[in-house]
T-cell receptor, first 111, second 113 residues
Framework: TQLLEQSPQFLSIQEGENLTVYCNSS?????LQWYRQEPGEGPVLLVT?????EVKKLKRLTFQFGDARKDSSLHITAAQPGDTGLYLC???????????FGGGTRVLVKP | ETGVTQSPTHLIKTRGQQVTLRCSSQ?????VSWYQQALGQGPQFIFQ???????GRGNFPPRFSGLQFPNYSSELNVNALELDDSALYLC????????????FGSGTQLSVL
């Protein structure tokens, strides 16, 4: 069974601070995706990383895929209240887009 | 707005009952995946339908079943409901093929009493 573990489970910070969310697995994934989910909504895809060591930036968000394609991190610089939400990582197997999700990290950015 | 619509948005059932959840996929998408998200957890893959055929199944018992129709909309059926079936059920549509982006609906919140 492929498992993805996210840490921390909950993060509360002040506006303007930085934060990092981690996603770790003992399994190799062909790609890893990061989603953000708000209450009452489905997850929305932020980014997909495919190549080991890959780094992608989306405005103040930086995503990194580990060299061995087993782990990933999401770093938010100068967090804003609008960044509040549940952040989910999800790994895809080589055969398709059936995703294994981590347990999620709930981020609260206080103004 | 993803173009994926799910109905109903909320549902309350009692143990032992049966439930049907519905999902309309985004235009141009022929693949629908269903996920169960328990409170405080990440979504878990139930199964996927591609062109009306089941195309992969997660670790869920046979009382979880599905259908996909010629217009690519889909249903999730759960028989003999148990308390632990209480969760947010998410539908995601995509184009066929590996690594295609998933577009999620807002989900159906099912409560089993």
């Amino acid at each position: 069974t492929q498992l993805l573990e996210q840490s921390p489970q909950f993060l509360s910070i002040q506006e303007g601070e930085n934060l990092t969310v981690y996603c770790n697995s003992s399994s190799v994934f062909s790609s890893l995706q990061w989603y953000r989910q708000e209450p009452g909504e489905g997850p929305v895809l932020l980014v997909t990383v495919v190549t080991g060591g890959e780094v992608k930036k989306l405005k103040r968000l930086t995503f990194q895929f580990g060299d061995a394609r087993k782990d990933s991190s999401l770093h938010i610089t100068a967090a804003q209240p609008g960044d509040t939400g549940l952040y989910l990582c999800a790994g895809a197997q080589a055969a398709g887009n059936k995703l294994t999700f981590g347990g999620g990290t709930r981020v609260l950015v206080k103004p | 707005e993803t173009g994926v619509t799910q109905s109903p948005t909320h549902l309350i059932k009692t143990r032992g009952q049966q439930v049907t959840l519905r999902c309309s996929s985004q235009s141009g998408h022929n693949t629908v995946s269903w996920y169960q998200q328990a409170l405080g957890q990440g979504p878990q893959f139930i199964f996927q339908y591609y062109r009306e055929e089941e195309n992969g199944r997660g670790n869920f018992p046979p009382r979880f079943s599905g259908l996909q129709f010629p217009n690519y909309s889909s249903e999730l059926n759960v028989n003999a409901l148990e308390l632990d079936d209480s969760a947010l059920y998410l539908c995601a549509s995509s184009k066929g093929g590996a690594n295609e982006k998933l577009f999620f609906g807002s989900g159906t919140q099912l409560s089993v009493l």
